[in-house]
C-alpha cells in the first residue's frame, strides 16, 4: 500500500469517476429510487390490513427495501468495470486497496442517497406521529449503507468474470448483511422508543471496521486473481 496521502488521492479520484458516470448515466436516482419508493407502498398490500399495524411495518419495510437496492446501487457500480479496466488501473498502479475504498465510497454516497429519500416516505406513509433524532439516525443510516457498500464491493469483486455474477454476489451479500442490518435497525429502533444505542451501534462499528479491514487486506489478491 502506498503512503496515506496517495492512499486517499486514488481512493477520491475512484470514488469522483463512479460518481460522474452515475451522474451521466442517472440509473440509481431515475430508476432505482422511483421503483424503491413504488416498493415503500406496495409492501402493505401482502398484508392484511386490518389485523397489521402500519406503523409495525415501518422500520422492517424501510430496511428490506434498503437492503434490497442498497445492495442493487453497490453491485453495480462494481459491475461497471470490466476486466479490461482493471488491467487498466492496475498498469497505472493504482493501489487495489484505493480502488476498493473508492468505489465503496462511490456507492455509500449514492446508497444513502437512496435512503435518504425513502426515509421520510416511510415515515410519512406507515407511522406519521413517530420522528425520531435525525442527527443520530442519519449516522445509523450511513453506517449501514457503508458497511453495505463495502461488502457489496467485495462480492462484486470476488464474483468479477463470472456468468452467474449477477445472482451469485446477491446471494454473497445477504446473508452476511445481517449485523449489519441487526446493528442498524436495533440503533434507530432504540432511538424512537429512547433506550440505549450502545450495544447496537457498536455492533454496527464493529461489522463496518471488520468490512474495511477485510475489503483493504483482500483487495490485491483479488486483483491479482482477476487480472
Given at each position: 500500500?502506498?503512503?496515506?496521502?496517495?492512499?486517499?488521492?486514488?481512493?477520491l479520484t475512484i470514488a469522483r469517476r463512479d460518481l460522474m458516470i452515475e451522474s451521466r448515466g442517472g440509473e440509481v436516482f431515475g430508476v432505482v429510487l422511483p421503483f424503491a419508493a413504488v416498493a415503500v407502498f406496495v409492501v402493505p398490500l401482502a398484508t392484511d390490513a386490518l389485523a397489521t399495524r402500519l406503523d409495525q411495518l415501518a422500520l422492517p419495510v424501510f430496511w428490506l427495501v434498503g437492503?434490497?437496492?442498497?445492495?442493487?446501487?453497490?453491485?453495480?457500480?462494481?459491475?461497471?468495470?470490466?476486466?479490461?479496466?482493471?488491467?487498466?488501473?492496475?498498469?497505472?498502479?493504482?493501489?487495489?486497496?484505493?480502488?476498493?475504498?473508492?468505489?465503496?465510497?462511490?456507492?455509500?454516497?449514492?446508497?444513502?442517497?437512496?435512503?435518504?429519500?425513502?426515509?421520510?416516505?416511510?415515515?410519512?406513509?406507515?407511522?406519521?406521529?413517530?420522528?425520531?433524532?435525525?442527527?443520530?439516525?442519519?449516522?445509523?443510516?450511513?453506517?449501514?449503507?457503508?458497511?453495505?457498500?463495502?461488502?457489496?464491493?467485495?462480492?462484486?469483486?470476488?464474483?468479477?468474470?463470472?456468468?452467474?455474477?449477477?445472482?451469485?454476489?446477491?446471494?454473497?451479500?445477504?446473508?452476511?448483511?445481517?449485523?449489519?442490518?441487526?446493528?442498524?435497525?436495533?440503533?434507530?429502533?432504540?432511538?424512537?422508543?429512547?433506550?440505549?444505542?450502545?450495544?447496537?451501534?457498536?455492533?454496527?462499528?464493529?461489522?463496518?471496521?471488520?468490512?474495511?479491514?477485510?475489503?483493504?487486506?483482500?483487495?490485491?489478491?483479488?486483483?491479482?486473481?482477476?487480472?
Amino acid at each position: 500500500m502506498k503512503d496515506g496521502s496517495g492512499f486517499w488521492t486514488q481512493a477520491l479520484t475512484i470514488a469522483r469517476r463512479d460518481l460522474m458516470i452515475e451522474s451521466r448515466g442517472g440509473e440509481v436516482f431515475g430508476v432505482v429510487l422511483p421503483f424503491a419508493a413504488v416498493a415503500v407502498f406496495v409492501v402493505p398490500l401482502a398484508t392484511d390490513a386490518l389485523a397489521t399495524r402500519l406503523d409495525q411495518l415501518a422500520l422492517p419495510v424501510f430496511w428490506l427495501v434498503g437492503l434490497l437496492f442498497g445492495m442493487q446501487v453497490a453491485l453495480r457500480q462494481t459491475g461497471t468495470e470490466n476486466l479490461a479496466q482493471r488491467r487498466t488501473l492496475a498498469l497505472l498502479g493504482i493501489d487495489p486497496a484505493a480502488r476498493f475504498a473508492g468505489r465503496s465510497l462511490a456507492a455509500a454516497v449514492l446508497t444513502t442517497g437512496v435512503m435518504v429519500v425513502i426515509a421520510p416516505l416511510v415515515v410519512l406513509f406507515y407511522d406519521p406521529d413517530v420522528i425520531p433524532a435525525v442527527g443520530p439516525s442519519l449516522l445509523a443510516i450511513v453506517g449501514f449503507s457503508v458497511g453495505l457498500s463495502m461488502l457489496s464491493t467485495l462480492a462484486g469483486d470476488v464474483t468479477v468474470g463470472l456468468r452467474t455474477r449477477s445472482s451469485l454476489a446477491p446471494l454473497i451479500v445477504a446473508p452476511i448483511s445481517v449485523p449489519l442490518i441487526i446493528g442498524a435497525s436495533q440503533t434507530l429502533e432504540a432511538l424512537i422508543r429512547d433506550r440505549s444505542t450502545m450495544a447496537p451501534a457498536l455492533l454496527l462499528t464493529v461489522t463496518v471496521l471488520s468490512l474495511a479491514v477485510t475489503g483493504v487486506l483482500t483487495a490485491p489478491a483479488l486483483e491479482d486473481a482477476t487480472t
